[in-house]
């Protein structure tokens, strides 16, 4: 079956600082390739997604790009604030007919230290 | 206007008690979800209509019963209430062009 894994948190970084997530996936065919975000107290909100190999999701200074040859898909940006503070989650979805279920990694914490 | 709305925010209740939270979405879309987020922010899917069709039915205890009666609308009702229940509840609504899913703002529900 589908599965994602992502890179253990809590993640703590000074503002301005270089993030990177990790995230890597195990499916068959060609999935699409999402990023949610959940700020405190709120639901998931779609942060950036790709759907085919080489595509580039970008979003609030955020980046991911849909890495075939080594089934990843990681987040990055280039000078987090306080306010990227946030639980990231990575998320693939099947490409066959009738693929609905999204499917989550456990997700990383992120705090944002001034 | 909120595209998938759940109600309500906040649940406290007693074990062995029965309740309900109801999600409604106004973005026409085809599937709608139900997903539990543990303490540990994990989430796991329990079920999925498409166009009021049960599609997916994970493993879940059969207290837990999804209603959906038409294709904006997906209820989710739970019988006698345990302490593990306690959760985040998220409904969420997608359409098969656009593959993401639009969630709402979730249902915290705390069994005492």
């Known amino acids: 079956g589908n599965s994602v894994t992502q890179m253990e948190g809590p993640v703590t970084l000074s503002e301005e600082a270089f993030l990177t997530i990790n995230c890597t996936y195990t499916?068959?065919?060609?999935?699409?390739l999402f990023w949610y975000v959940q700020y405190p107290g709120e639901g998931l909100q779609l942060l950036l997604k790709a759907t085919k190999a080489d595509d580039k999701g970008s979003n609030k200074g955020f980046e991911a790009t849909y890495r075939k040859e080594t089934t990843s898909f990681h987040l990055e940006k280039g000078s987090v604030q306080v306010s990227d503070s946030a639980v990231y989650f990575c998320a693939l979805r099947g490409s066959g007919a009738g693929s609905y279920q999204l499917t989550f990694g456990k997700g990383t914490k992120l705090s944002v230290i001034p | 206007d909120t595209a998938v709305s759940q109600t309500p925010k906040y649940l406290v209740t007693q074990m062995g008690n029965d309740k309900s939270i109801k999600c409604e979405q106004n973005?026409?879309?085809?599937?709608m979800y139900w997903y539990k987020q543990d303490s540990k922010k994990f989430l796991k899917i329990m079920f999925s209509y498409n166009n009021k069709e049960l599609i997916i039915n994970e493993t879940v205890p059969n207290r837990f019963s999804p209603k959906s009666p038409d294709k904006a609308h997906l209820n989710l009702h739970i019988n006698s209430l345990e302490l593990g229940d306690s959760a985040v509840y998220f409904c969420?609504?997608?359409?098969?062009?656009?593959?993401?899913?639009?969630f709402g703002s979730g249902t915290r529900l705390t069994v005492v």
């Open positions: 499916a068959t065919g060609y999935p699409s």
């Open positions: 973005l026409g879309h085809d599937t």
């Open positions: 969420a609504s997608s359409q098969e062009s656009s593959r993401g899913y639009t």
